[in-house]
């Protein structure tokens, strides 16, 4: 099988970007239907039609209903028709994104996504995630191209409520352990092929680039302040993460986290905070040795990222209560199966319990 490496067609980051998206939007469309919440509008609307004053381009704003479903997306493809927009643009966070992906692929139009926060890798990924009307999960599309550009205002982000940058860096911390399990198992990825160096290696940067940039972000983000580190932080939660994912492949730590939401008790906690749980679970799947996994536990709890049953919200710690999630885990098509060692719900559900005492045990010794 070929290995395949995808990635959006330009990454820029900087502080006060946000007021070049009018000129990097002429450079790919006359007309762009903006989608945004009814909050992002007031936050950045006046910003965002300021960028386009002086170039050739115009902005419509449509406000997003929440969630991304059929139904919505249906409804903004017939108002891009209505309105004869020749470009999408997606402002604000993951569902957006999902959403003015979606839209752009039905209509066979360009897209900008422009995110407000950096809490998961969605940004950069030909991937929307369809949900029901209700919230469910409905389906993965696979998109044939990645967004032509992901346009990052660190400015905006430094002053993002410092729990989804936190979140962001456990969903980009899973990132090259998955890649691993997928390189050693010789699984296929999301981009449709095997892994290649190129993606390993851009999810071994991501890893070193949280473990040594990771604390000093989050306390720099917690006094509202943008540095170096948070700089760092946020493309490796965006760009490095984004494609090491998509072309280093997801295994463990992803289907743990999906196993996770059949709990009711975790629905409030974000995705990325899940998938920490995940990659502690994965680590204790591959019986890493006890300094990887000692290193990797306080860099989590230093971050403040859960490592424990208690921090996710599960209290009934029964085996009846968890073993559904473990079930769900290893549902069929999982991306589970790509870990180099055997996998059932058994074998999930024990790494579950060992993840949490060793979570526990170096918790209390910090
Ligand atoms: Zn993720």
């Not at 050693?184 to 851009?202: D, E, H, M, P, Y």
């Not at 700089?231 to 999906?258: M, P, Q």
């Not at 599960?314 to 559904?324: C, E, F, Q, V």
Request: proline share 4%; aromatic share 6%.
């Amino acid at each position: 099988m070929a290995t395949v490496f995808i990635s959006p067609s330009r990454y820029i980051q900087g502080a006060g970007e946000l007021k070049n998206l009018g000129k990097y939007a002429a450079n790919f469309g006359k007309k762009a239907l903006c989608l945004i919440s009814p909050g992002g509008y007031k936050r950045q609307g006046d910003e965002i039609e300021r960028s386009f004053v002086g170039t050739d381009a115009e902005v419509v704003f449509d406000y997003f209903n929440g969630e991304c479903s059929m139904t919505e997306i249906h409804r903004l493809s017939a108002k891009v028709k209505d309105v004869s927009c020749d470009l999408v643009i997606g402002v604000g966070g993951g569902k957006i994104f999902d959403t003015a992906k979606a839209v752009a692929h039905d209509m066979k139009l360009p897209v900008i996504i422009c995110p407000t926060i950096a809490s998961t890798d969605a940004p950069c990924s030909a991937l929307s995630v369809i949900y029901t009307d209700e919230g469910v999960f409905q389906e993965y599309l696979f998109l044939p191209s990645n967004p032509q550009l992901v346009l990052m205002d660190t400015d905006v982000i430094a002053k993002s409520p410092v729990r989804l940058t936190v979140a962001g860096m456990g969903d980009a911390m899973a990132t090259y352990f998955e890649a691993r399990a997928c390189y050693q198992s010789g699984a296929t990825t999301c981009a449709g092929g095997k892994v290649g160096v190129a993606a390993l290696g851009i999810a071994k940067l991501c890893y070193d680039t949280l473990i040594s940039e990771g604390v000093k972000a989050k306390m720099a983000v917690e006094a509202g302040a943008r540095t170096a580190a948070v700089e760092k932080v946020i493309e490796a939660n965006t760009l490095l993460s984004g494609i090491g994912f998509e072309s280093g492949g997801l295994a463990g730590a992803h289907a743990i986290h999906n196993g996770l939401t059949v709990l009711e008790e975790c629905h409030h906690m974000q995705h990325g905070e899940k998938v920490n749980f995940g990659t502690l679970t994965q680590l204790v799947l591959e019986n890493v040795p006890e300094e990887e996994l000692q290193e990797l536990l306080e860099w989590m709890v230093a971050v403040g990222l859960p490592v424990t049953f208690e921090e996710l919200g599960i209290t009934d710690t029964s085996r009846d209560h968890l073993m559904p999630a473990a079930v769900a885990a290893c549902a069929k098509n999982e991306t589970i199966y790509n870990m180099p060692c055997e996998i059932t719900p058994e074998i999930v559900y024990n790494a579950m319990l060992a993840a949490d005492a060793y979570g526990k045990s170096v918790r209390e010794a910090l």
